[in-house]
């Protein structure tokens, strides 16, 4: 349907559609959003003997995160004297839109997918880069030295992880044949997930993929008990919540191109189970995927700022350089027989 | 070469790692420190002074707010020292209350440090593990006492109160609770690649600078020096129970950490046996005069506390009040040491050293 729309002459009408399946997919996203901060605490508080929010909206809190938001907004909205205003004011924004516009590629199933880029994968790679330029901006525009060195201290994070990153996908690339990941998808559909195929693209890409998050162990740019907040020290109310929500629509993101590009996507685990739509089998694996990350939030300590680029450039790039030339090496020996 | 500018970098007073309100003014290039600046004296409530104007039963209630994370210790020195003047005889069962006091203090400290030790470092959940424990240690002070952290438990002469029925017997119960929760904690933390790499070789100094500074307690012990007050001038009834003095030879602040979670063991030691020997009956307060008039002269004793020495000193002309009271509190003397220790360090390196040295505000500043 989709393909057909963007084939198809422009018009006011085919404009009303994309602009309806644009806020539907908003809503969806944000309706993910507020339950996966609700899980996280729930979850966080299942591990660290707490009862998480309780209160607002029933006994599981259901609305606490609606509350919260609504508080957010509330808020007055301050900004610094000595701040760069124009830059201050684009930084949230800078950081947020890109997190949405990687969400257009992703295959939740077969047929809900926004834009079947062939190039699929370097898309959402290119464009989740950008985030950090609005994380930088934001520290710096801030005027606060906590929130420059946040800001410094993101944007090395970032270039360090970004490359093993793309290393550790580039096994699967090879396995896959393509970069559209529909066509991955498929390919894991043929073969077998990809995580057993590529177990050492996965350990890479899950923790190249926590630090690309910023969350703990990785959360040196907001290191709390370090730089207190870091970049976003200075920010209240909404800007601050579109930080938050750029962090957690890229935790929706991440997580859904893990399922993706190792887990089947929305494939069943066995042919027979195939009765059960695609679409549960994505949520399924895709909360597997969310559950884990938060697992690592609640157990480990934070990294240095100086272990933390040794370990990428020293322990990550090498392994997923590794892998790629043991990937080709088995697909050449694969041929062979 | 580029050029770089030096930063001034204000951490504190309400910086979430400094424990409180204490401010460091910090010359970073980068993220590197190239001095560092401690400033104190924002929670100075002059309490040494305010004595001089006070009885001695009523200076107690101050004690309770120098180290207000284990203030039975605190509540115990002032209280040795009047009674050291007076030369009197404390009761049996009097004595056996306030070294349970006293221990069950240094674990809940104990605790809060590796708690909040661990979320200095990034991990927050450690932090709530530590609590529910030390919150059981605080309900059982608060049925003791009256107070969950300021308790004005101690007297000179004994203690105020007699334990409630059923108490020590919880103790008791207590003491494998935490064995058994201790395991938890190493499985948890102690072999964590992570945490191995933020505190090794971290905040290193030798045996020479420790004595020169004047450290004390878990600061002092990291480097090799076993010196422990409870064994090498024991006090109250200190010489009645067998323990060791945990000792580590690295220095830094992995051997800290060893210290100070090997006392929280030994404390436990010192608690089973202190709950077996407890007398069954007896008094708590020994005849002492209604007004308690210290002797013409001086003294200065100490003892033990979670942090290291803490003394006090007294001078007395006769009267109902000191004549000068001092008391040297552990924590200021330990912290002397950060800025030698955090010239070029790196930002993340401040708050894993300063954590190590464990400091309590309310005693720094006095």
């Known amino acids: ?337 | 070469m580029l050029r770089t500018e030096e930063m001034l970098l204000n951490v504190g007073p309400q910086h979430p790692s400094t424990h409180g309100v204490f401010r460091l003014v910090l010359k970073i290039d980068g993220e590197i420190i190239k001095e560092a600046k401690p400033v104190i004296g924002y929670l100075h409530r002059g309490t040494e002074k305010l004595a001089e104007n006070l009885q001695y039963t009523q200076i107690i209630p101050y004690t309770d707010r120098l180290d207000y994370l284990a203030a039975m210790t605190n509540n115990y020195v002032l209280c040795h020292a009047v009674e050291t003047m007076m030369d009197l005889k404390i009761p049996e069962r009097a004595e056996y209350l306030r070294v349970i006091a006293m221990e069950l203090g240094r674990v809940a400290s104990h605790l809060v440090w590796w708690g909040t030790y661990l979320l200095d470092i990034g991990a927050v959940s450690p932090f709530l593990y530590a609590f529910r424990e030390r919150e059981m240690i605080i309900n059982m002070l608060n049925e003791l006492s009256g107070a969950r952290l300021t308790f004005n438990y101690m007297r000179v002469g004994g203690v105020k109160w007699d334990a409630p029925e059923g108490w020590i017997e919880k103790v008791g119960e207590f003491i494998p609770y935490m064995r058994e929760q201790l395991k938890g904690y190493h499985d948890l933390v102690t072999g964590n690649e992570i945490f191995m790499n933020r505190v090794k070789g971290v905040g290193r100094y030798t045996k020479e600078d420790a004595l020169n500074y004047s450290l004390s307690g878990a600061n002092l012990r990291c480097t090799g020096v076993k010196w422990d007050l409870r064994k090498d001038e024991p006090y109250s009834i200190y010489d009645r129970f067998d323990f060791d003095v945990p000792v580590q030879e690295g220095g830094d602040a992995w051997a800290r950490y060893h210290v100070r979670l090997g006392e929280l063991e030994e404390s436990l030691k010192i608690l089973e046996q202190a709950v077996e020997q407890f007398p069954k009956e007896g008094e708590i307060l020994a005849k002492v005069p209604k007004i308690i008039k210290a002797p013409k002269g001086e003294a200065y004793v100490r003892i033990e506390s979670p942090r290291g020495e803490i003394g006090c000193y007294i001078a007395s002309d006769g009267k109902k009040e000191p004549y000068r009271l001092k008391f040297r509190r552990p924590s200021f003397y330990n912290l002397q040491i950060l800025p030698k220790l955090l010239e070029g360090e790196n930002i993340a390196n401040l708050i894993a050293i300063l954590g190590a040295i464990d400091i309590v505000l309310g005693e720094v500043d006095g």
Not at chain 1, 28 to 38: H, N, P, R, S
Not at chain 1, 109 to 131: K, N, P, R
Not at chain 1, 270 to 276: A, E, M, Q, W
């Open chain 1, 1 to 337: 349907m989709v393909e057909g729309l963007l084939q198809s002459q422009p018009g006011l009408l085919n404009f009303g559609i994309f602009f309806l399946l644009a806020t539907v997919l908003l809503l969806v996203v944000l309706g993910f959003v507020t339950y996966a901060i609700l899980a996280e605490r729930k979850v966080m508080g299942f591990m660290q003997l707490r009862q998480g929010p309780n209160q607002v909206g029933g006994r599981w809190g259901l609305l606490q995160t609606v509350a919260d938001v609504l508080k957010l907004l509330l808020k007055e909205d301050t900004i610094p004297k000595l701040a760069d205003r124009p830059l201050f004011i684009l930084a949230p924004v800078i950081a947020f839109a890109p997190a949405f516009m990687v969400l257009a590629t992703i295959p939740l199933t077969d047929h809900l997918q926004f834009a079947d880029i062939g190039v699929g994968l370097l898309y959402y790679i290119a464009i989740s880069g950008l985030t950090t330029i609005g994380v930088v901006t934001g520290g710096w525009a801030s005027n606060n030295k906590y929130a420059l060195l946040g800001g410094m201290r993101a944007a090395a994070q970032m270039i360090s992880y970004e490359i093993p990153l793309v290393m550790s996908v580039i096994g699967v690339i090879l396995f896959a044949g393509s970069l559209n990941l529909n066509d991955i998808v498929a390919a894991q559909g043929e073969q077998g997930w990809f995580i057993l195929w590529q177990p050492i693209a996965f350990l890479v890409f899950m923790i190249a993929s926590v630090a690309e998050l910023n969350r703990t162990p990785f959360d040196l740019p907001e290191a709390e008990s370090e730089l207190v907040a870091g970049f976003h020290v200075e920010y209240s109310g909404f800007r601050w919540a579109f930080f938050m929500l750029a962090e957690y629509v890229y935790l929706f993101a991440m997580a859904s191109l893990t399922t993706v590009l190792f887990l089947g996507g929305w494939l069943p685990p066995f042919d027979f189970l195939g009765f059960i739509p695609g679409a549960v089998w994505f949520a399924l694996k895709f909360s597997v995927v969310i559950f884990f990350l938060v697992w690592i939030r609640v157990t480990f300590p934070r990294l240095r700022a100086d272990q933390l680029m040794e370990f990428g450039w020293k322990v990550l790039l090498p392994v997923a350089l590794a892998n790629i030339f043991l990937t080709a090496l088995v697909k050449e020996l694969l041929k062979l027989f």
